[in-house]
């Protein structure tokens, strides 16, 4: 049996909340395993003014339960990884490509990435020929294939660093962790460990796109 491949074509979704032709900010919003980018946009509500955000939807989607009632999208699985990680790069650059043709040229590009969101957001900034002012990691693991001279390529960018206190799948030690790990490479990272569990805390998502 022989291992072969082919690029093909295909359609990505991805939802926008906000006026992108006359945002100064631009936020490229990337979900967590199992959502889809309409829902997750939800938590954005209420924060568009001056601000445009894009929910970019992971390009393989799925069942989440027995009854076939409920799907979810996923980034990447450990299947093919290398030819997943570079679709959805490729996807994300051409996806910042095509909003701003339509946005006005001085707005900056943001970019917020939620538990496995974190891992496609950073593999993205290793790569991404876009200029990024702000990043948001926030409840989600650093790759494994980040090595310092890769987060080298991030200095200049804002990083924000965030936590549940109660989140079920990391602890605060994660949290310093990747703070370290970041700070090793010459980044000044901002750490924030809010009360509550695996989710975009509403008080602290604002604070921070805001920017305080």
């Known amino acids: 049996m022989e ?15 906000g006026q992108l032709d006359a945002a100064p900010e631009i ?18 509500k209420g924060l568009e003014t001056g601000r445009c955000f894009i929910a970019p939807e992971g390009l393989s989607r799925f069942y989440l339960d ?13 299947e093919d990884r290398l030819h997943e990680i570079d679709d959805h790069v490729a996807y994300l650059d051409a996806l910042v490509t095509a909003v701003q043709q339509h946005a006005i040229p001085t707005a ?19 790569r991404t020929v876009h200029r990024i002012h702000r990043l948001v990691l ?36 994660q949290l310093e962790e990747q703070a370290r790990k970041l700070a090793s490479a010459g980044l000044v990272v901002r750490k924030h460990l809010f009360q509550g569990g695996h989710k975009l805390e509403a008080v602290t998502l604002a604070r921070l796109v805001e920017g305080a």
Do not use: C, K
């Open 138 to 173: 926030w409840a989600g693991s650093l790759p494994p294939e980040l090595d310092r001279e890769a987060v080298a390529t991030w200095r200049g960018v804002t990083v924000d660093a965030v936590l549940g206190d109660a989140d079920e799948y990391a602890g605060p030690e």
């Open 3 to 17: 291992e072969r491949f082919i690029q093909v074509r295909r359609t990505a979704r991805y939802h926008v909340l």
């Open 27 to 44: 936020w490229i919003v990337i979900h967590g395993y199992g959502q889809l980018a309409r829902y997750f946009l939800n938590n954005f």
């Open 108 to 126: 900056s590009v943001n970019v917020l990435g939620f538990s496995q969101g974190v891992a496609t957001a950073s593999r993205w900034m290793m």
């Open 66 to 78: 027995a009854q076939h009632s409920r799907v979810g999208a996923t980034w990447m699985t450990r």
